[in-house]
């Protein structure tokens, strides 16, 4: 019986392990990027939607699975430069949300934040909101933003 408990115990841990993230840090996230052959802007501020949802990708196979989807936002805030966050820019953003069965990232909205923007070509620029976070950081101290800007240089 005891055998027997101890398989279910570990069967339903399943679920509860099946998404565990670490917390996110902003020289992990700056490496990430780094090393991604995508380009990516340093940016502070806020990022509000403006428009609605747009679905991408199929709903998972079981009932209350979700998949991927993104909608637009606009950004307003500073774009990092070896002076620090002293560029001001407006700019649309679409928000990338990855999910996984339940699960899905945090599009991170209305507040402000330092974000990881990849560049999509000349104006286009794009939010990961990935299932563990990393590409955007709610509300930075100034030390986190001297972080950031000392890996930048």
Known sequence: M??????????????????????PEIATSFAMAAESPDDFVLAVGRLVRSGPDRTEGVPGPNPGERGSYSFAARFEGNLAS???????????????????S???????????????FRRDGADDHALIAGLCGGFHFGNPTPAQLRQILSLAR
């Not at 070896?82 to 996984?100: A, H, L, M, N, W």
């Not at 339940?102 to 990881?116: A, R």
């Open 2 to 23: 005891r055998a027997l408990f101890l398989c279910f115990a570990l069967l339903a841990a399943g679920p509860a392990a099946a998404l565990s993230c670490m917390r």
């Open 82 to 100: 070896p002076r620090g966050f002293d560029i001001p820019r407006s700019f649309d953003v679409t928000v990338e949300v990855e999910c996984f």
């Open 102 to 116: 339940v699960w899905c990232g945090s599009p991170s909205l209305g507040e402000n934040g330092l974000y990881f």
